[in-house]
């Protein structure tokens, strides 16, 4: 019996483990206490930065706004017109047509037409519902009231 104690207390086979399981308390230790440390202040941070956004303006107030703004984009068509060739095989630009309808805060229906001529810049025109050309409107601020009625959808 005095032997296996003896075998028991000299032997170094089980020392490595013991390091191990040390060394891991440690730096399991070192992490609670940087956790704890920053704590105070990555909360106090996240006040501050939801304190400011609470606050904020987005997109300004309607009373900003000249007309209705854009509420949803309810379709778009568009179509590409091939440049003819002729006979010495000069080819005329390609031209493309776009054009998007758009609903309004006032539950009017708008449309943009883009045409390019491919190697110039775009020309846009906003009409009205009334065929009336219009200045580019802007995007509803988050939180519009919907202008369409009760139980209505846009699909």
Known sequence: MLRIVKDFLTSESGSTTADWIVLTAGVVGLGIG???LTRLGVNSLGDDIAASLRN???AGDDSTLAGPTIFAVLRGMGTIQRGACDASGVCAPDISHVTMLYM???????SRT??????EPATETWRD??????SAPEFSPPGTPSPLP??????
């Not at 883009?114 to 190697?119: I, L, N, P, S, T």
């Open 104 to 110: 309004m805060s006032d539950g009017s229906t708008w």
């Open 56 to 58: 904020a303006v987005v």
């Open 114 to 119: 883009r045409r390019q001529v491919f190697g």
């Open 34 to 36: 940087g956790v704890s």
């Open 129 to 134: 519902s009334n065929g009336n050309v219009q």
């Open 150 to 155: 009760p139980g209505v959808a846009i699909h």
